[in-house]
């Protein structure tokens, strides 16, 4: 028997990344597609980098972002607000036996990759990856 602080500290299960990536491909051609009759999304292309599932597989956590980072704000409420026809569709075409409640969220892993290449790049970080000095080097 697992004890419950065992299941919080594991990742998620091979299930939830399966179910995950299924409801991804499906959100992602949804709104590939143009299925929904806002104007906000009409006028963007969003791209699905992640979807997270629940343990229970009934929550849905996707990770969103507009192309070109802008109006992230503004397509976030758009697709919270058409929720109910977005999540018909994905019942429609993921075959589980309870639709899962989708939630939205703003991908920041763009924005946390560039903060880390920006201090990989940073002059402290070159110097300490920079050869020190060997006796070879020294003049006598």
Do not use: C, W
């Given at each position: 028997?697992?004890?419950?602080?065992?299941?919080?500290?594991?990742?998620?299960?091979?299930?939830?990344?399966?179910v995950g990536e299924?409801?991804?491909?499906?959100?992602?051609?949804?709104?590939?597609?143009?299925?929904?009759?806002?104007?906000?999304?009409?006028?963007?292309v969003v791209t699905?980098?992640?979807?997270?599932?629940?343990?229970?597989?009934?929550?849905?956590?996707?990770?969103?972002?507009?192309?070109?980072?802008?109006?992230?704000?503004?397509?976030?409420?758009?697709?919270?607000?058409?929720?109910?026809?977005?999540r018909a569709e994905?019942?429609?075409?993921?075959?589980?036996?309870?639709?899962?409640?989708?939630?939205?969220?703003?991908?920041?892993?763009?924005?946390?990759?560039?903060?880390?290449?920006?201090?990989?790049?940073?002059?402290?970080?070159?110097?300490?990856?920079?050869?020190?000095?060997?006796?070879?080097?020294?003049?006598?």
């Amino acid at each position: 028997m697992q004890k419950r602080s065992d299941q919080q500290t594991k990742g998620p299960t091979q299930r939830q990344q399966r179910v995950g990536e299924l409801v991804r491909h499906a959100l992602a051609e949804v709104l590939a597609r143009g299925e929904t009759q806002d104007p906000v999304l009409a006028s963007h292309v969003v791209t699905v980098p992640e979807v997270r599932m629940s343990p229970d597989l009934r929550i849905a956590t996707a990770y969103v972002m507009p192309l070109g980072g802008k109006d992230v704000g503004p397509v976030v409420k758009a697709l919270a607000r058409n929720k109910p026809a977005l999540r018909a569709e994905v019942a429609r075409r993921v075959n589980l036996k309870f639709a899962p409640d989708l939630r939205f969220l703003p991908d920041e892993s763009f924005d946390e990759a560039a903060r880390i290449d920006a201090l990989l790049r940073s002059e402290k970080v070159s110097r300490d990856l920079a050869p020190a000095p060997g006796p070879a080097d020294e003049e006598p």
